[in-house]
Protein backbone atom coordinates (compact mmCIF):
# COMPACT_ATOMS: atom_id res chain seq x y z
CA UNK A 1 0.00 0.00 0.00
CA UNK A 2 1.14 3.19 -0.44
CA UNK A 3 1.57 5.82 2.24
CA UNK A 4 -1.86 8.03 1.13
CA UNK A 5 -4.05 4.63 1.05
CA UNK A 6 -2.14 3.91 4.58
CA UNK A 7 -3.09 7.06 5.81
CA UNK A 8 -6.65 7.13 4.01
CA UNK A 9 -7.50 3.86 5.99
CA UNK A 10 -6.09 4.14 9.19
CA UNK A 11 -7.67 7.97 9.53
CA UNK A 12 -11.24 6.67 9.21
CA UNK A 13 -10.82 4.02 12.10
CA UNK A 14 -13.15 4.68 14.71
CA UNK A 15 -10.52 4.56 17.84
CA UNK A 16 -11.73 7.13 20.28
CA UNK A 17 -10.32 6.89 23.17
CA UNK A 18 -10.87 3.75 25.35
CA UNK A 19 -12.07 2.03 22.76
CA UNK A 20 -9.61 1.19 19.82
CA UNK A 21 -10.68 -2.07 19.32
CA UNK A 22 -12.24 -1.49 15.30
CA UNK A 23 -8.40 -0.15 14.70
CA UNK A 24 -6.60 -4.20 14.61
CA UNK A 25 -8.48 -5.09 11.58
CA UNK A 26 -7.06 -1.92 9.93
CA UNK A 27 -3.58 -2.28 11.05
CA UNK A 28 -3.43 -5.42 9.61
CA UNK A 29 -5.14 -5.29 6.39
CA UNK A 30 -2.28 -2.54 6.07
CA UNK A 31 0.55 -4.75 7.15
CA UNK A 32 -0.47 -7.78 5.16
CA UNK A 33 2.41 -6.82 2.94
CA UNK A 34 5.19 -7.30 5.34
CA UNK A 35 3.64 -10.68 6.88
CA UNK A 36 2.38 -9.42 9.67
CA UNK A 37 -0.75 -9.62 11.91
CA UNK A 38 -1.19 -7.84 15.51
CA UNK A 39 -1.71 -9.35 18.66
CA UNK A 40 -3.94 -6.80 21.09
CA UNK A 41 -3.65 -6.88 25.16
CA UNK A 42 -5.70 -5.80 27.63
CA UNK A 43 -5.42 -2.30 27.19
CA UNK A 44 -5.78 -2.13 23.54
CA UNK A 45 -2.47 -2.10 22.08
CA UNK A 46 -1.90 -3.37 19.17
CA UNK A 47 1.91 -5.53 18.79
CA UNK A 48 3.45 -6.85 15.44
CA UNK A 49 6.97 -8.19 15.65
CA UNK A 50 9.61 -8.37 13.05
CA UNK A 51 12.35 -10.59 13.00
CA UNK A 52 11.35 -12.25 16.38
CA UNK A 53 14.35 -13.76 17.64
CA UNK A 54 16.68 -11.05 16.68
CA UNK A 55 18.84 -9.31 19.33
CA UNK A 56 18.80 -6.35 20.69
CA UNK A 57 15.02 -5.54 20.60
CA UNK A 58 13.93 -2.02 19.71
CA UNK A 59 10.70 -0.55 20.19
CA UNK A 60 8.98 1.47 18.08
CA UNK A 61 5.91 2.70 18.82
CA UNK A 62 2.89 5.34 17.65
CA UNK A 63 -0.26 5.89 19.01
CA UNK A 64 -3.46 4.66 17.35
CA UNK A 65 -6.29 6.16 19.51
CA UNK A 66 -7.92 9.51 18.55
CA UNK A 67 -9.56 12.45 20.54
CA UNK A 68 -13.40 12.35 20.38
CA UNK A 69 -16.46 12.58 22.46
CA UNK A 70 -17.59 10.55 25.66
CA UNK A 71 -21.74 10.21 26.01
CA UNK A 72 -22.77 11.93 29.44
CA UNK A 73 -26.59 11.76 29.13
CA UNK A 74 -29.56 11.66 26.96
CA UNK A 75 -31.98 14.18 27.10
CA UNK A 76 -35.37 13.13 27.65
CA UNK A 77 -36.75 16.12 26.56
CA UNK A 78 -35.27 16.40 23.11
CA UNK A 79 -33.29 13.36 22.42
CA UNK A 80 -29.86 15.22 22.35
CA UNK A 81 -26.76 13.65 23.40
CA UNK A 82 -24.81 15.67 25.92
CA UNK A 83 -21.27 14.98 25.70
CA UNK A 84 -17.86 15.35 27.44
CA UNK A 85 -14.02 15.29 26.00
CA UNK A 86 -12.08 12.37 25.24
CA UNK A 87 -8.77 13.55 25.19
CA UNK A 88 -7.45 17.02 23.73
CA UNK A 89 -10.46 18.12 21.97
CA UNK A 90 -10.06 21.89 21.13
CA UNK A 91 -13.96 23.16 21.68
CA UNK A 92 -13.61 26.28 19.52
CA UNK A 93 -14.28 24.25 16.60
CA UNK A 94 -16.51 21.77 18.50
CA UNK A 95 -20.15 23.70 17.01
CA UNK A 96 -21.81 22.67 14.07
CA UNK A 97 -19.58 19.65 13.33
CA UNK A 98 -20.48 16.61 11.67
CA UNK A 99 -19.90 13.06 13.34
CA UNK A 100 -20.51 9.93 14.20
CA UNK A 101 -21.75 7.84 17.40
CA UNK A 102 -20.86 4.88 18.37
CA UNK A 103 -23.58 3.05 19.83
CA UNK A 104 -25.18 -0.33 19.31
CA UNK A 105 -25.11 1.05 15.51
CA UNK A 106 -23.31 3.68 14.22
CA UNK A 107 -25.56 6.90 13.50
CA UNK A 108 -24.46 10.16 12.00
CA UNK A 109 -25.03 13.42 13.88
CA UNK A 110 -23.95 17.14 14.54
CA UNK A 111 -23.28 19.00 16.95
CA UNK A 112 -25.66 21.69 17.75
CA UNK A 113 -24.66 25.68 17.03
CA UNK A 114 -26.59 28.30 18.05
CA UNK A 115 -27.77 30.65 15.20
CA UNK A 116 -25.53 34.27 15.51
CA UNK A 117 -28.94 35.90 14.94
CA UNK A 118 -29.97 34.34 18.63
CA UNK A 119 -26.70 34.28 20.68
CA UNK A 120 -26.54 36.44 23.21
CA UNK A 121 -24.00 39.22 25.09
CA UNK A 122 -21.73 35.95 25.37
CA UNK A 123 -22.06 34.69 22.10
CA UNK A 124 -18.26 35.38 21.31
CA UNK A 125 -17.38 33.07 23.90
CA UNK A 126 -16.15 29.46 23.49
CA UNK A 127 -18.65 27.15 25.28
CA UNK A 128 -16.91 24.34 26.84
CA UNK A 129 -17.66 20.80 25.55
CA UNK A 130 -19.93 19.62 28.48
CA UNK A 131 -22.22 22.02 27.34
CA UNK A 132 -22.65 21.06 24.19
CA UNK A 133 -24.77 18.10 22.51
CA UNK A 134 -25.34 16.38 19.29
CA UNK A 135 -28.35 16.23 16.94
CA UNK A 136 -28.64 12.69 15.52
CA UNK A 137 -32.24 13.74 14.36
CA UNK A 138 -34.31 10.78 16.55
CA UNK A 139 -36.72 11.10 19.55
CA UNK A 140 -35.55 9.86 22.62
CA UNK A 141 -37.63 6.68 22.65
CA UNK A 142 -35.50 5.48 19.73
CA UNK A 143 -32.62 7.33 20.10
CA UNK A 144 -32.15 5.51 24.19
CA UNK A 145 -32.41 1.94 22.49
CA UNK A 146 -28.91 3.03 20.61
CA UNK A 147 -26.87 5.20 22.54
CA UNK A 148 -25.71 4.70 26.54
CA UNK A 149 -23.64 7.23 28.32
CA UNK A 150 -20.26 5.62 27.80
CA UNK A 151 -20.52 5.65 24.17
CA UNK A 152 -18.43 7.11 22.09
CA UNK A 153 -18.49 9.87 18.85
CA UNK A 154 -16.33 11.91 16.70
CA UNK A 155 -16.02 14.23 14.14
CA UNK A 156 -16.16 13.20 10.66
CA UNK A 157 -14.50 14.69 7.92
CA UNK A 158 -12.86 13.79 4.04
CA UNK A 159 -9.53 13.11 3.79
CA UNK A 160 -8.17 14.85 1.10
CA UNK A 161 -4.62 15.66 -0.99
CA UNK A 162 -3.28 18.96 -1.32
CA UNK A 163 -1.14 19.53 -4.20
CA UNK A 164 1.04 16.50 -4.89
CA UNK A 165 2.50 15.36 -1.92
CA UNK A 166 0.19 17.09 1.07
CA UNK A 167 -2.60 15.33 2.61
CA UNK A 168 -5.57 16.51 4.98
CA UNK A 169 -7.90 14.99 6.99
CA UNK A 170 -8.96 14.24 10.93
CA UNK A 171 -6.59 12.44 12.92
CA UNK A 172 -3.10 12.61 10.96
CA UNK A 173 -2.25 12.45 14.98
CA UNK A 174 -1.35 9.91 14.98
CA UNK A 175 -2.14 8.09 12.05
CA UNK A 176 0.73 9.48 10.56
CA UNK A 177 3.18 8.22 13.08
CA UNK A 178 1.51 4.70 12.44
CA UNK A 179 2.10 5.24 8.73
CA UNK A 180 5.56 5.72 9.67
CA UNK A 181 5.97 2.28 11.91
CA UNK A 182 4.40 1.05 8.75
CA UNK A 183 6.26 1.71 5.94
CA UNK A 184 9.44 1.16 8.23
CA UNK A 185 8.76 -2.57 8.62
CA UNK A 186 8.26 -2.94 4.81
CA UNK A 187 12.13 -1.69 4.12
CA UNK A 188 13.21 -3.60 7.51
CA UNK A 189 11.57 -6.57 5.93
CA UNK A 190 13.62 -6.11 2.73
CA UNK A 191 16.67 -5.43 4.48
CA UNK A 192 16.62 -7.88 7.06
CA UNK A 193 17.00 -6.31 10.55
CA UNK A 194 19.83 -8.50 13.26
CA UNK A 195 17.43 -6.48 15.95
CA UNK A 196 14.13 -8.09 17.29
CA UNK A 197 11.64 -4.97 16.43
CA UNK A 198 8.19 -4.61 17.69
CA UNK A 199 5.74 -2.08 16.47
CA UNK A 200 3.55 -1.01 18.87
CA UNK A 201 0.43 0.67 18.00
CA UNK A 202 -0.68 1.88 21.50
CA UNK A 203 -4.01 3.09 23.00
CA UNK A 204 -5.17 5.50 25.40
CA UNK A 205 -2.37 8.15 24.61
CA UNK A 206 -4.93 11.22 23.92
CA UNK A 207 -5.97 10.62 27.56
CA UNK A 208 -2.31 10.17 29.49
CA UNK A 209 -0.49 7.63 27.88
CA UNK A 210 -1.56 4.25 29.84
CA UNK A 211 -1.41 2.42 26.75
CA UNK A 212 2.43 3.06 26.13
CA UNK A 213 3.15 2.37 29.43
CA UNK A 214 1.95 -0.63 29.99
CA UNK A 215 3.00 -1.73 26.67
CA UNK A 216 6.73 -0.32 27.26
CA UNK A 217 6.60 -2.48 30.47
CA UNK A 218 5.77 -5.30 28.92
CA UNK A 219 8.72 -5.34 26.12
CA UNK A 220 11.90 -6.60 27.30
CA UNK A 221 13.90 -4.07 24.36
CA UNK A 222 16.16 -2.49 25.95
CA UNK A 223 16.05 0.33 22.95
CA UNK A 224 12.95 2.25 22.00
CA UNK A 225 11.69 5.14 19.71
CA UNK A 226 8.05 7.03 19.84
CA UNK A 227 6.82 8.39 16.49
CA UNK A 228 4.20 11.22 16.74
CA UNK A 229 2.99 14.13 15.68
CA UNK A 230 4.61 18.03 15.84
CA UNK A 231 4.07 21.36 15.02
CA UNK A 232 4.48 22.38 11.42
CA UNK A 233 4.99 26.38 10.87
CA UNK A 234 2.02 28.43 10.23
CA UNK A 235 0.81 32.06 10.93
CA UNK A 236 0.33 31.79 14.34
CA UNK A 237 2.72 29.40 15.83
CA UNK A 238 5.92 29.65 17.22
CA UNK A 239 8.85 29.84 14.71
CA UNK A 240 11.13 28.39 17.37
CA UNK A 241 9.36 25.54 18.78
CA UNK A 242 7.86 23.98 15.08
CA UNK A 243 9.55 22.98 11.69
CA UNK A 244 8.35 23.47 8.06
CA UNK A 245 6.13 21.13 6.58
CA UNK A 246 8.49 18.81 3.72
CA UNK A 247 11.66 18.91 6.20
CA UNK A 248 11.88 15.57 6.88
CA UNK A 249 12.11 14.25 10.76
CA UNK A 250 11.47 16.03 13.39
CA UNK A 251 14.31 14.65 15.80
CA UNK A 252 13.42 14.89 19.68
CA UNK A 253 16.20 16.32 22.17
CA UNK A 254 14.93 16.94 25.60
CA UNK A 255 16.04 15.99 29.32
CA UNK A 256 13.65 12.97 29.68
CA UNK A 257 15.46 11.62 26.40
CA UNK A 258 19.20 9.98 26.42
CA UNK A 259 21.16 12.00 24.37
CA UNK A 260 22.37 7.85 23.48
CA UNK A 261 19.41 8.16 21.38
CA UNK A 262 18.92 11.16 20.23
CA UNK A 263 22.84 11.26 18.45
CA UNK A 264 22.10 7.92 16.96
CA UNK A 265 18.92 9.45 15.41
CA UNK A 266 20.77 12.43 14.19
CA UNK A 267 23.90 10.54 12.76
CA UNK A 268 21.43 7.59 11.28
CA UNK A 269 19.76 10.33 9.36
CA UNK A 270 22.80 12.64 8.41
CA UNK A 271 24.85 9.06 6.69
CA UNK A 272 21.44 8.15 5.03
CA UNK A 273 20.43 11.95 3.39
CA UNK A 274 17.42 11.87 5.68
CA UNK A 275 16.35 14.93 6.01
CA UNK A 276 15.17 16.28 9.70
CA UNK A 277 15.29 18.76 12.22
CA UNK A 278 16.07 19.10 15.68
CA UNK A 279 12.82 19.34 17.88
CA UNK A 280 14.26 20.78 21.38
CA UNK A 281 11.71 20.09 24.38
CA UNK A 282 12.48 21.84 27.68
CA UNK A 283 11.16 19.64 30.19
CA UNK A 284 8.96 16.58 29.01
CA UNK A 285 8.17 15.73 25.47
CA UNK A 286 4.16 15.68 25.62
CA UNK A 287 4.49 12.36 24.09
CA UNK A 288 4.16 8.59 24.88
CA UNK A 289 8.26 8.54 24.87
CA UNK A 290 7.85 10.23 28.36
CA UNK A 291 5.94 6.74 29.56
CA UNK A 292 8.07 4.62 27.84
CA UNK A 293 11.23 5.89 29.15
CA UNK A 294 10.52 4.98 32.77
CA UNK A 295 9.21 1.89 32.22
CA UNK A 296 10.08 -1.09 34.43
CA UNK A 297 13.75 -0.69 34.40
CA UNK A 298 13.91 2.23 31.70
CA UNK A 299 14.40 2.05 28.27
CA UNK A 300 17.19 4.17 25.89
CA UNK A 301 14.21 6.22 23.93
CA UNK A 302 14.12 8.57 21.51
CA UNK A 303 11.44 10.82 20.20
CA UNK A 304 10.66 11.75 16.03
CA UNK A 305 8.07 13.69 15.25
CA UNK A 306 6.07 14.34 11.93
CA UNK A 307 5.34 18.07 11.59
CA UNK A 308 1.76 19.22 10.51
CA UNK A 309 -0.83 21.65 10.89
CA UNK A 310 -3.76 22.44 11.98
CA UNK A 311 -3.61 19.67 14.76
CA UNK A 312 -6.43 18.36 16.94
CA UNK A 313 -8.65 19.83 14.26
CA UNK A 314 -10.74 18.26 11.20
CA UNK A 315 -8.30 19.56 8.66
CA UNK A 316 -4.89 18.44 10.27
CA UNK A 317 -2.40 18.78 7.20
CA UNK A 318 0.98 16.91 6.31
CA UNK A 319 3.64 15.88 3.96
CA UNK A 320 3.39 12.20 2.75
CA UNK A 321 7.41 13.42 2.34
CA UNK A 322 7.83 13.53 5.60
CA UNK A 323 6.55 10.34 6.94
CA UNK A 324 8.04 8.68 4.41
CA UNK A 325 11.49 10.30 5.62
CA UNK A 326 10.64 9.24 9.42
CA UNK A 327 9.84 5.44 8.01
CA UNK A 328 13.02 5.73 6.62
CA UNK A 329 15.33 7.02 9.93
CA UNK A 330 13.19 4.43 11.79
CA UNK A 331 14.44 1.77 9.84
CA UNK A 332 18.08 2.44 9.40
CA UNK A 333 17.77 3.42 13.14
CA UNK A 334 16.99 -0.18 13.58
CA UNK A 335 18.97 -1.12 10.93
CA UNK A 336 21.93 0.20 12.79
CA UNK A 337 21.91 -1.90 16.19
Same mark, same amino acid.
Given at each position: MTTKDILRTLCSVPSVSGNEEAAGAALDECLKDVGLKTETDALGNFTAVLNPGGSPGIMLEAHMDKIGFIITCVDEKTGFLKIDRAGGVDPRICPAQRVCVFGKKTLPGVIISTPPHLAKDDGDKVKPVNELAIDCGLPYGEIKELVVPGDRAMITAPFFEMGETKVCSPYLDDSAGAAALIKAAEILKEKGPRA?? %??????? %????????????FSSDAPYAIAVDVSFAAAPGVDEEGSAQMGSGAMIGASPVLQRQMTDLLKKTAAENGIPYTIEVLGRSTGTDADDIVVSKSGKITGLVSIPIRNMHTPVETADVADIDNVARLLAQAALSL
Open positions: RV %ELVFSSR %EEVGGMGAETAA
